[in-house]
């Protein structure tokens, strides 16, 4: 990808304007990490496999699944902040691979990723001031002081810390973990990108406080008409906030489509495990079907065929042998030979569920 194409995608499109084209995909991406083990043997860790998304302007994608399903090493992929194994990463039509440098930085005001914990990604030992002012002073070099200063007050306002000079001068450790991410969220403004990368951004906040923060980017969303990568665990919290999910299961895509289908009516059986344990406090007393069947396989040595098979309630003996392609289900595709058609006697085409 050529340094003025990566320049232009951060221009902001015209408001209004109709965008039906992905600003970000993902096309095919996997990667592999090689660890040691006892004396020195060497394994190969398949943490993502053949995962496509497309990231639209003014609108959320959620990715959904359980610890270890390789939702963020799908983000740090998307950030450039690890090398694919496979596939490709476009940016407004154009693949990109950059490895740090200027091309790096020019990738970085488009795509801006939002960590886990607000404390770690903030460094101690300097005042909000310093760091709002030296990520703008990276992505805004040839403004003055004077713009500088406006541009400062403006991200935190932005973010609804106010007023603005009340938090300059503070450090990370003075602030509750809200505010602190909030503070991350303005950083990350502070490129002007078109995509946001929020990697689990409300798991680590007090539970009073996380609606505050999503209400937050869903404002910013609709302001700025940026695409939101939204990552989670909480299956729950995707339904409220994003327009489409996806749901991941030991490094591969099970269920794809519209959030309200994917989690009132969710046709893969891992989706329906993710959902029956998500918290209801209106069916407290009800008795809810089993949340878990086992453990998420090694990803060293995942099964063969579909990788939940050994946990699903509804596995077939093809599902030990082959791995079930994206098939399609009402409102989406769901990963499972439950889906798959096969037609009739008198040639129409019937699910096999």
């Known amino acids: ?157 932005q973010v609804h810390l106010t007023p603005a000079s009340r938090y300059v001068d503070k450090f990370p450790h003075e602030l509750s973990g809200g505010q602190r991410q909030r503070v991350a969220i303005a950083r990350a403004l502070g490129a002007r990108p078109e995509v946001l990368l929020a990697d689990e951004p409300v798991s680590m906040l ?18 700025l008409s940026l695409a939101i990568l939204y990552i989670t665990h909480d299956i729950a919290s995707a339904r409220y906030f994003a327009d489409e999910t996806i749901v991941m299961y030991a490094g591969r895509i099970v269920e794809h489509g519209d959030s309200e289908r994917v989690t009132q009516a969710p046709a893969h059986p891992y989706t329906r495990l993710l959902v029956a344990s998500a918290p209801d406090p209106d069916a407290l007393d009800v008795e809810r079907p089993p949340t878990s069947a086992g453990e998420p396989p090694s990803l060293i040595s995942p099964p063969s065929g579909c990788r939940f098979h050994p946990r699903c309630p509804q596995a077939m003996a093809r599902c030990s042998v082959e791995a079930p392609p994206l098939l399609p289900v009402p409102g989406g595709t769901a990963a499972c030979w439950l889906y798959e058609a096969s037609t009739g006697e008198d040639g129409t085409t019937e699910e096999a569920s």
């Open 1 to 157: 990808m050529t340094d003025d194409v990566i320049e232009m995608a951060g221009a902001v499109a015209p408001e209004g304007a109709p965008d039906a084209s992905p600003v970000l995909r993902a096309v095919g991406l996997a990667k592999s990490f090689v660890v040691r083990g006892a004396r020195g043997r060497r394994a190969v860790v398949r943490a993502v496999d053949d995962v496509s998304l497309d990231l639209h302007r003014g609108r959320v994608l959620a990715l959904v699944g359980e610890s270890g399903s390789g939702k963020s090493t799908v983000a740090r992929l998307l950030a450039q902040l690890y090398p694919s194994t496979r596939g490709e990463v476009v940016l407004r039509g154009e693949a990109v691979r950059v490895r740090g440098g200027r091309r790096f930085r020019r990738y970085c005001r488009s795509v801006q990723m939002i960590f886990q914990d607000p404390f770690a990604s903030l460094n101690p030992i300097h005042t909000i001031g310093y760091t709002l002012r030296r990520a703008i002073r990276i992505h805004h070099p040839k403004a003055n002081r004077a713009q500088r200063e406006a541009m400062l007050t403006g991200l935190l306002e």
């Open 206 to 223: 007090d539970v009073s406080i996380r609606l505050g923060v999503l209400n937050l980017l869903q404002e910013l969303k609709d302001e």
